[in-house]
């Protein structure tokens, strides 16, 4: 907004039971070029302050009906007017009248009989007050947007660097850890082929082996979690994919929970993994059903085509505005609280039994949707539940 403003841009509210005085400081007002308008009572003062949300207000005190301070008092415990700047008019000049009227939140006073000299310079003196302090609030917002901004920017960069040391980390025993459980399964397994079929230790060594498998698997999803293990992308109908993989998930459904589905017949590809998306569908729907619990719930599926805004688009990471396909997946779970739903996608961040749950799902989520260039974001309410959004970007 510019520093300088012009009288002719200023409304100014005169209100006052008197006409020769409301015709006397219209006429002031009006010759330096503001704009006047000019009412008799305390009831036409609050509604046109309410319509036209004027630059300053001129109240007198003395009036039948509504006095002014009872008017003053209105105006500031309305939202829409309580940061008008008002003006006190009276004949009173006592300290305590001051006092009353300042406590309610008038900024002046300006004493009958009244110099134009004096009007003036109060009226100009408080425009100008009003005009800079609204300057200073638009700063004060481009200035809170930036900080916004910017702690944004380093959480995705602390986030980033998290990933990338992770990523370091796994990839360096990686490679050492599948040498010994290459080691131990090969040599469990032998030793299985030496042993009777029904004897105990055979169970011991399928128990040893199940583990050493297991643990494997482990390792696979920290690596893809981390972008280790490449993946073969192709153009492929996001639509067909979503359907196969609900025809999986409808067999993990326990009975308590129902799923409702709407998926939009796509004709536009996305460049995907079959695989990985299914691993993406799978892990989401396990965080639905471990939020649901025991309790009753419904797990709701959407697939449609959407274009993301400049607003909208804020909600994602590292994208542009444009035409997507969007998964989202909701559920009427636990919901997630305000302090843990910043760090839901770091890897090993678990509200569960760390002894049952390893926290890499929604890491690995995060990663299949990023490396599909897509993006996700959540949405969700202690105790109402949560909601995904998963975004990739149409094949061109």
Same mark, same amino acid.
């Given at each position: ?12 509210l005169?209100?006052?039971? &008197?006409?020769?005085?409301? %015709? ?30 004027? +630059? ?10 509504m ?10 415990d ?18 305590a ?30 425009? %100008? ?15 809170? +947007? ?60 399928? +128990? ?7 643990? %494997? ?6 690596l ?12 492929? &109908?996001?639509a ?60 709701e599926i ?8 400049? %607003? ?22 636990c ?23 390893s ?38």
């Amino acid at each position: 907004m510019d520093s300088e403003f012009k009288n002719q841009d200023i409304n100014i509210l005169i209100v006052d039971d &008197n006409p020769f005085n409301l %015709k006397l400081l219209a006429a002031i007002l009006s010759e330096k070029g503001y704009k006047v308008r000019p009412v008799p009572n305390g009831n036409l003062a609050l509604s046109a302050a309410r319509a036209i949300h004027p +630059n300053l207000i001129l109240l007198d005190i003395n009036m039948p009906g509504m006095s002014g301070y009872e008017v003053c008092q209105e105006l500031k415990d309305d939202k829409l007017t309580a940061d008008i700047p008002i003006i006190f008019i009276t004949v009173k000049d006592e300290i305590a009248d001051k006092v009353r009227g300042f406590d309610l939140g008038a900024v002046d006073y300006i004493t009958k009989p009244f110099h134009p000299k004096d009007v003036l310079a109060r009226v100009e003196t408080h425009v %100008k007050l009003r005009h800079l302090q609204r300057i200073l609030n638009n700063k004060n917002i481009v200035l809170e +947007n930036e900080i916004k901004e910017r702690k944004r920017l380093e959480l995705q960069l602390r986030q980033a660097h998290k990933m990338e040391a992770l990523a370091t980390f796994s990839g360096g025993i990686a490679h050492d850890f599948n040498n010994i459980l290459s080691i131990i399964l090969g040599n469990t397994e032998l030793a299985m082929d030496e042993v009777l079929e029904y004897s105990s230790s055979r169970e011991y060594l399928e +128990n040893v082996r199940k583990a050493s498998l297991k643990a %494997k698997n482990i390792i696979l999803r920290l690596l893809s979690a981390t972008r280790h293990i490449k993946k073969e992308y192709k153009p492929q &109908n996001f639509a067909l994919l979503v359907k196969e993989a609900l025809e999986k998930i409808h067999l993990l459904l326990p009975e308590n929970v129902t799923i409702k589905e709407s998926i939009s017949d796509l004709f536009e590809s996305v460049e995907a993994d079959p695989k990985q998306i299914l691993e993406m569908m799978l892990e989401l729907c396990k965080n639905s059903l471990d939020a649901i619990g025991d309790n009753v719930g419904i797990i709701e599926i959407f697939l449609s085509k959407v274009v993301l805004d400049e %607003k909208e688009i804020s909600l994602f990471k590292d994208l542009k505005p444009g035409t997507y396909i969007e998964f989202k997946i909701s559920d009427t779970g636990c919901g997630i609280t305000k302090e843990n739903i910043e760090y839901i996608f770091d890897p090993y961040f678990t509200t569960g039994d760390i002894a049952v749950k390893s926290g890499m799902g929604l890491a690995i989520v995060n990663s299949i949707v990023r490396s599909h260039e897509g993006a996700i974001s959540v949405s969700s309410e202690e105790g109402k539940g949560t909601t995904f959004r998963a975004v990739f970007p149409i094949k061109k």
